[in-house]
């Protein structure tokens, strides 16, 4: 029979309780309980029980998975709220992105399995005072989380230890083909991050906590990016805009700061990195903000906390203007916004057009109300990047499909203008209603392409996304494999390639190079020496995925002159 307070089940349970009551004297005892349960409490229902559920606790919540199967994954309770006399609970599921955390009714919480955060725990401060803060399950396992979820993004492919002379081999007869000595051990993403924490020294902002809740933050972030170890820069605000109040002092100043101390800016920063720092969040930044966006013809639900104005996040939904991005709170006012704006495409330098695809070069000095504007929009799917006021350092390239209305945005790329990491990307993203079509390996193939034209080789910023990583590997596998393929022997010879001499021909970095061909197992150790081989399950599925990517950039429809940044006094 069914259990009274078990999870899913409405009704009381001390209904059913006060049928189990004993009779009362006179009365016939066939109802009567026996002794042992004469003075058991009453069992409470789902409703009543869940009214005990606090932020920080953790228990099982019903959800479907991909298969449409129900499932108990343990989640995280960020927050409580009443709505109409009832309460509904944001949650966190663990080991799950958190794109897919959601407000959930009691009905779907396994109360039986409930873990209460632990009581606050006093520890002692730096300069020596006690102090106290709530210690929940996760604060136990942050390390070990931290450090799981480091490795993870930074575990690309494992490293040769040892150099050697790789060869290309086929299955059925080993090709002795020289590629190159493999240099090691090859920079890790982790080195990388240590390396950029080390150099640069850069504090991120938490907008969230440090503006307004009644100020428009209308300063655009640039996202770590999209598709992202973690620095940030302290900014301040851009100038108010007119018609628009805003406190001088919403963000703070660091020693890093590029501004100076008199409120007068001082020369701006040579660089900028958009991921994000962890360290900084906190339980509103943990929370979507943002229930629906209406972007032309298309409604995007946000994946990520976006910091939009505070009074926007109440609406149904958040309405953009498609070709300039600007946010209104209404569709009147989007009505009205449309008679007055003029942009039918992103404005800056159209550099690239094939059929309807055409690509936009932006700088985001010149044209910051729109880089701001797309930054606040990309956060809603990037959760690896921070954001910025200030858009100098970067250029964004916008990628468009074009119709008989304008140019419609289907997702966007930004990098520095100096990188002194070889970085070519800093965010990617495509558009949630554009994924899955190719636009994502479109936008990547166009990175590098620009690379070429700069005579240079590049690598996203790290670290990834999962969806980023998942489209780069999924990139650099099927260029590499193509360069490999096409390969012909000279004078009866076996063909030759070195990893440098690929990373010449496609510019992708010698390091995701390496790191592409273990992940591929193609590296294999023979005879003494180091040689790739092919595999017929491996050419015949890079046939098959070729087979399907109709998108392809044509490097003759690119009209683009590289600057030398370096020697500009002021972007």
């Not at 955390?101 to 520890?123: C, G, H, M, N, S």
């Not at 990098?415 to 495509?430: F, M, R, W």
């Not at 010879?493 to 990373?503: A, D, H, L, M, V």
Request: some cysteine; charged content about 25%; hydrophobic content about 30%.
């Amino acid at each position: 029979g069914r259990q009274a307070g078990s999870p899913g089940w409405g009704g009381g349970g001390a209904e059913d309780e006060g049928r189990r009551r004993p009779a009362a004297a006179g009365s016939p005892a066939t109802h009567s309980l026996p002794p042992s349960l004469d003075h058991q409490p009453p069992a409470r229902s789902p409703r009543s029980r869940a009214m005990e559920v606090v932020e920080g606790c953790r228990l099982p919540v019903l959800r479907r998975n991909q298969e449409n199967e129900d499932e108990w994954p343990l989640a995280e309770i960020l927050s409580v709220k009443d709505i109409s006399g009832r309460k509904v609970f944001y949650v966190h599921y663990i080991d799950f992105n958190k794109r897919l955390d959601e407000w959930v009714t009691p009905e779907r919480l396994d109360l039986k399995k409930i873990q209460f955060p632990k009581k606050e725990a006093k520890t002692p401060t730096k300069n020596g005072l006690p102090g106290s803060r709530p210690n929940s399950p996760e604060r136990e396992l942050k390390k070990t989380l931290d450090l799981s979820l480091h490795s993870s993004a930074a575990g690309i492919g494992k490293t040769i230890p040892t150099p050697g002379l790789p060869y290309l081999a086929s299955s059925a007869s080993l090709q002795r083909v020289p590629v190159a000595k493999l240099p090691d051990r090859t920079n890790s993403i982790e080195n990388v991050t240590k390396n950029l924490l080390s150099k640069r020294k850069l504090e991120a902002v938490s907008l969230a906590t440090q503006c307004s809740p009644v100020t428009p933050a209308a300063a655009a972030p640039e996202i770590q990016t999209p598709v992202y170890a973690q620095n940030g820069s302290a900014r301040r605000p851009m100038p108010p805009v007119a018609g628009r109040k805003r406190k001088a002092n919403c963000l703070g100043t660091d020693e890093d700061s590029q501004d100076s101390s008199d409120g007068i800016p001082s020369a701006p920063r040579m660089t900028g990195s958009l991921v994000s720092d962890r360290s900084h969040d906190d339980i509103v930044t943990r929370m979507k903000n943002i229930e629906c966006i209406e972007l032309g013809r298309h409604r995007l639900k946000p994946w990520y906390f976006s910091p939009y104005p505070q009074e926007l996040t109440s609406l149904p939904v958040l309405y953009l203007c498609e070709f300039c991005l600007k946010y209104l709170k209404s569709l009147k006012c989007l009505q009205r916004h449309l008679t007055k704006c003029n942009l039918r495409h992103p404005p800056g330098n159209e550099i690239y057009r094939k059929g309807t695809i055409s690509f936009f070069e932006i700088d985001g000095r010149k044209n910051k109300n729109y880089s701001q504007n797309l930054c606040l929009l990309a956060k809603c799917f990037l959760d690896h990047k921070t954001l910025y006021y200030d858009t100098d350092p970067f250029l964004f390239y916008v990628m468009t499909e074009y119709d008989c209305k304008g140019f419609h945005i289907v997702g966007y790329f930004s990098k520095e203008k100096e990188s002194t990491e070889d970085y070519n990307v800093a965010c990617i993203l495509t558009l949630p209603p554009y994924q899955r079509r190719g636009y994502g390996k479109l936008l990547i193939e166009f990175s590098y392409e620009l690379s070429k034209v700069e005579g240079k080789t590049g690598t996203p910023e790290k670290p990834l996304s999962d969806l980023g990583l998942l489209s780069y590997r999924s990139y650099w596998s099927q260029t590499i494999l193509e360069i490999l393929m096409e390969l012909k022997s000279d004078n009866g010879e076996r063909p030759q390639i070195t990893i440098n001499e690929i990373s010449e021909l496609t510019s992708i970095k010698k390091e995701d190079v390496i790191s592409t061909l273990q992940y591929l197992n193609l590296i294999n150790y023979y005879k003494g020496q180091y040689i790739l081989t092919l595999s017929e399950d491996i050419v015949e599925g890079h046939e098959k995925a070729m087979m399907k990517r109709h998108l392809r950039i044509d490097s003759k429809c690119l009209h683009f002159t590289p600057k030398d940044w370096s020697k500009r006094g002021k972007w």
